[in-house]
């Protein structure tokens, strides 16, 4: 019998470099039970308080519109507007939990999603988001779980070499988030894109990066 998948969000902190973009990445502990000795965006399941914590979120609703518009094509059970709370205030506990981040709610950018394939004990149904973090900001995250090695700045050209050459491991949707980050080659040309967001089930994306998904005005 198939194991279900867990709702769970990862949130991308990203910046620009001087040798392209880079984000912010966990290399995970040899003895974790779920994506051992991968590099991985910070993130985490959805705990039972994080509907109450997101409908307490400090969101326009123009903001949460938008966030349902950008998942519309994914699968929902119940209301669209608390579910889309609910994935935000799941990506700052764990921004907190894991790297001591305090975004800001209307900071996290709705990006991507991916299920994890059938087969393995554990399944995840992961909703990645982006959150720029300027060099210049006083916030910054910090290596804080225990679930990692390491945790650190680190350019996206630099992680997919790694990668390739086998000194890192790198899951399916790491490296092709890290490509298209990489292909789009600015934060402002990241958070410019908004891009179609379907649910990737079988670790074989289409066409990247994405085309615009503008959100009908008015």
């Known amino acids: 019998m198939s194991v279900l998948p867990r709702p769970a969000v990862s949130v991308i902190p990203l910046r620009d470099g001087a040798r392209g973009p880079e984000v912010f990445v966990q290399h995970r502990q040899q003895t974790m039970d779920f994506a051992a000795g991968a590099v991985v965006f910070p993130g985490g399941r959805c705990d039972p308080d ?4 997101g409908a307490d979120l400090a969101l ?3 903001t949460v519109a938008d966030h349902v518009h950008r998942w519309r094509l994914v699968p929902v059970d119940g209301d669209r507007a608390v579910d889309a709370r609910t994935l935000v205030a799941t990506g700052l506990r764990e921004l907190v939990e894991e790297t001591g981040l305090v975004a800001e709610p209307e900071a996290l950018l709705p990006w991507d ?40 700045w680190e350019a996206v050209a630099d992680l997919l070499a790694a990668g ?16 298209e980050l990489l292909d789009l080659g600015t934060v402002a040309a990241v958070t410019r894109l908004r891009p179609v967001i379907t649910c990737v089930r079988d670790d074989r994306p289409g066409s990247r990066p994405r085309a615009t998904d503008v959100a009908p005005q008015g």
């Open 60 to 62: 326009s609703s123009a």
């Open 113 to 152: 999603r991916w299920v994890t394939p059938e087969g393995p004990p554990k399944r995840f149904d992961v909703s990645f988001y982006v959150l720029p973090v300027p060099h210049a900001s006083a916030r910054q995250p910090a290596h804080l779980t225990s679930e990692a090695v390491d945790s650190r």
């Open 164 to 179: 390739r050459d086998g000194s890192v491991r790198l899951m399916t949707p790491t490296r092709v988030i890290l490509q």
């Open 50 to 53: 994080d509907e109450a914590k």
